[in-house]
């Protein structure tokens, strides 16, 4: 009988190691080495077509983790619109605006029955997300809650637009750090980056000094034969004609907020109701 109760206590504490080691593994894996070094992109990183599919392999040298998956997802959304496929901000345009161009899912299920082709910022940013969802986690349909797939939609079951700050997309597509938001505040699944340790793949908030914001996939820092220091990303812009890489001077930006995907997993047990959200935190400033 005591034989007995030791292998049962030494199973559950090999199942315990086991827990332990895959939780530090995923966010560990997912993290990256902090190695407080910035990270500046070589002239022959950076594609002259904004409208590429070279993402992965332009800068998976500088990424790991969940990242891959992020630059692969960004390769994958930009399939969509080789073009760019147009951008257009109407909150109150009839049709109304559209987030994204196509019809995004995840896990195969429906988030937007799009209304127009065009796409913004944001939508490019969450749609590279849920796409590198898919990616991670290939079997999420058969572990995913109905009522999660439904704070994850990007329009109302009734077509309607879904308004800021309205469940994941809503907090996502909110002014402010929304991305930051939404994924390290409102489900648990990122974590805060700092600028020097930002790696391609990373989500980031630009705050321009002109008073509005972007949200794109950060790719990295550049610095020209002239010395002028850049941030190079992708997103949907106007410059771009939706999807698509820019390259922006730092002298435009006031501060950013850069966030990690570090733990997918938790997209299966987020609190769909979870209301403990800071608006207030502070931006980064860069300085290199």
């Given at each position: 009988?005591?034989?007995?109760?030791?292998?049962?206590?030494?199973?559950?504490?090999?199942?315990?190691?086991?827990?332990?080691?895959?939780?530090?593994?995923?966010?560990?894996?997912?993290?990256?080495?902090?190695?407080?070094?910035?990270?500046?992109?070589?002239?022959?990183?950076?594609?002259?077509?904004?409208?590429?599919?070279?993402?992965?392999?332009?800068?998976?040298?500088?990424?790991?983790?969940?990242?891959?998956?992020?630059?692969?997802?960004?390769?994958?959304?930009?399939?969509?619109?080789?073009?760019?496929?147009?951008?257009?901000?109407?909150?109150?345009?009839?049709?109304?605006?559209?987030?994204?161009?196509?019809?995004?899912?995840?896990?195969?299920?429906?988030?937007?029955?799009?209304?127009?082709?065009?796409?913004?910022?944001?939508?490019?940013?969450?749609?590279?997300?849920?796409?590198?969802?898919?990616?991670?986690?290939?079997?999420?349909?058969?572990?995913?809650?109905?009522?999660?797939?439904?704070?994850?939609?990007?329009?109302?079951?009734?077509?309607?637009?879904?308004?800021?700050?309205?469940?994941?997309?809503?907090?996502?597509?909110?002014?402010?750090?929304?991305?930051?938001?939404?994924?390290?505040?409102?489900?648990?699944?990122?974590?805060?980056?700092?600028?020097?340790?930002?790696?391609?793949?990373?989500?980031?908030?630009?705050?321009?000094?002109?008073?509005?914001?972007?949200?794109?996939?950060?790719?990295?820092?550049?610095?020209?034969?002239?010395?002028?220091?850049?941030?190079?990303?992708w997103s949907s812009q106007k410059g771009t004609n939706g999807f698509?890489?820019?390259?922006?001077?730092?002298?435009?930006?006031?501060?950013?907020?850069?966030?990690?995907?570090?733990?997918?997993?938790?997209?299966?047990?987020?609190?769909?109701?979870?209301?403990?959200?800071?608006?207030?935190?502070?931006?980064?400033?860069?300085?290199?």
């Open positions: 009988m005591l034989r007995f109760k030791n292998l049962n206590t030494n199973v559950f504490l090999l199942l315990s190691i086991v827990s332990l080691f895959i939780f530090n593994s995923e966010t560990a894996l997912s993290k990256g080495k902090q190695k407080h070094q910035w990270l500046f992109l070589k002239s022959n990183d950076i594609s002259l077509n904004p409208h590429n599919l070279n993402h992965l392999k332009n800068f998976a040298k500088y990424a790991e983790g969940y990242n891959l998956k992020v630059l692969e997802a960004v390769d994958s959304v930009q399939s969509h619109a080789m073009d760019g496929g147009g951008y257009f901000i109407g909150v109150d345009s009839t049709p109304a605006e559209s987030p994204i161009g196509y019809n995004l899912k995840l896990f195969g299920n429906s988030l937007i029955n799009p209304p127009r082709t065009t796409s913004y910022c944001s939508g490019s940013s969450y749609t590279a997300f849920i796409t590198a969802l898919d990616f991670i986690l290939p079997n999420g349909s058969k572990k995913l809650s109905k009522q999660r797939l439904e704070a994850l939609r990007m329009q109302e079951p009734n077509g309607g637009r879904r308004n800021d700050w309205v469940k994941y997309w809503g907090i996502w597509n909110a002014d402010g750090f929304g991305s930051q938001y939404a994924l390290v505040q409102y489900s648990h699944m990122g974590a805060d980056i700092k600028p020097i340790d930002a790696m391609p793949g990373d989500f980031m908030n630009i705050s321009w000094k002109s008073g509005i914001g972007h949200s794109v996939v950060f790719l990295g820092w550049y610095i020209n034969k002239d010395g002028k220091k850049s941030v190079v990303y698509g890489d820019q390259i922006v001077p730092l002298d435009k930006i006031k501060y950013v907020k850069i966030v990690r995907l570090v733990k997918p997993s938790n997209i299966f047990k987020f609190n769909v109701n979870n209301q403990n959200i800071n608006k207030n935190i502070p931006g980064d400033k860069i300085d290199f």
